[in-house]
């Protein structure tokens, strides 16, 4: 290699490691000292621990139905988010795309939430549930309105998935919005001159353009869902009892609140990340081979 080569490389290197150091020092030490004391008994502040092996992920797994129920509860969240936020993300993406004059107004109007805190989101939320809606169902005669909104079990999985939907559809719905303003006119234009209905031009023309957005907006629910903590924790703080108690919040417990059991709630984070890689894996594989046969 010559010199200016190896002045290149130099200049590379230089760019590329403070950030390769924070990521290491701030990611990757964390991870693989969480996947080390998730074999162990550590407390969090005894310097005296021991090594038990597999004790943990088995106790989690066989002995402990509060994880288990959170994980079956947070995979029936993750469902419920990757249609439907994906779904009203697309479909406001699509409405904005015909607003020629207002397209800037109404990117805006529907991208706020997310710019708001979550944490601050579900507080203000819970102020809606618990206090608009009842007085609003009561003085309008709207029935529904009226109810339990958090501290009914049947009711409160769908509050959170009405403050989630409202804080995040937002941000899928930039992504749509600048996959769509890259697809040609032109396609759409020959498409209808053939004959092709609206429904047709967005199944044959839009969506095989846009499978790569699709693609990005699927993975960011999915990880971000599986993730999920401050809409739980400031609505119901996965009440009422433990209907509502995701697996982060489930650690956070186990970690904070139940005895400090460090090891314990690293070994619940080892199987949250093995969870996510493997629902993330499948969905990468199967939404990739859709973009090369488009």
Request: charged share 15%.
């Amino acid at each position: 290699m010559t010199a200016k080569g190896y002045k290149r490389l130099l200049s590379l290197a230089a760019f590329v490691m403070p950030a390769f150091v924070l990521y290491t020092l701030f990611l990757l030490v964390p991870t693989v000292g969480g996947m080390y004391y998730s074999l162990t008994d550590w407390n969090g502040l005894n310097r005296a621990y021991d090594f038990i092996g597999l004790a943990n992920f088995v106790e989690a797994l066989r002995d402990d139905p509060d994880f288990v129920h959170s994980l079956f509860f947070t995979l029936k969240y993750v469902m419920f988010m990757l249609v439907l936020q994906n779904v009203f993300a697309l479909l406001l993406a699509l409405f904005i795309e015909t607003k020629f004059r207002s397209k800037g107004f109404f990117r805006t109007l529907l991208f706020m939430p997310n710019m708001i805190s979550t944490i601050i989101s579900a507080f203000m939320w819970t102020f809606v549930f618990s206090q608009v809606l009842p007085q609003l169902g009561e003085r309008a005669g709207l029935s529904f309105l009226n109810q339990s909104w958090l501290g009914d079990p049947g009711t409160s999985f769908y509050s959170i998935l009405i403050v989630s939907l409202w804080n995040g559809v937002g941000y899928m719905m930039i992504i749509y919005l600048a996959a769509l303003q890259g697809v040609p006119q032109s396609l759409r234009e020959a498409a209808v001159i053939d004959g092709a209905r609206p429904w047709q031009v967005l199944r044959h023309v839009t969506l095989p353009m846009i499978t790569h957005a699709i693609t990005i907006c699927l993975f960011l629910t999915l990880n971000g869902a599986f993730k999920v903590f401050e809409v739980v924790y400031g609505l119901t703080g996965g009440g009422p009892g433990r209907s509502t108690q995701v697996i982060t919040l489930n650690i956070y417990e186990e970690a904070f609140s139940n005895n400090f059991r460090y090891g314990y709630a690293s070994a619940k984070s080892v199987i949250l990340f093995l969870v996510i890689l493997i629902f993330t894996f499948i969905q990468i594989s199967i939404t990739k081979r859709r973009e090369v046969e488009a």
